[in-house]
């Protein structure tokens, strides 16, 4: 098991780097770009995974030994911080599409609700 500050800092890192390429995402699909649009959205979408697998690691850890994890300021901040992320790439995957349907009805199905 990683110690609590580098679990927080991947989670820092890999949803920063996520929310990044989200918003990148957006400005691609603004300019009409949707190859690099969805180029990014797929890495945020691993970039998200990575972070997500290392949550995952860490709430099993704490599942087999409560209080193994000490909530810190550092480790609220991560876990706000990989939420946020979160959701930026929700928002952006149904952005893009929007706009990929604006500049003639293309759709490409992803992430359509």
Known sequence: MQDDESVAMGLIVHGGNA????????????????EAADALLAHGARELAVAHDIQTDQLSAEAREPGATE???????????????????????????????????????????
């Open 19 to 34: 929310r990044s390429d989200a918003l990148q995402a957006i400005s691609k699909a603004r300019a009409g770009d949707f």
């Open 71 to 113: 909530m810190t300021l550092l480790m609220a901040h991560a876990q706000d911080h990989l939420m946020n992320a979160m959701t930026v790439h929700d928002l952006a995957t149904q952005m893009v599409e929007l706009c990929r349907q604006l500049v003639g009805g293309q759709t490409q199905g992803k992430g359509r609700r």
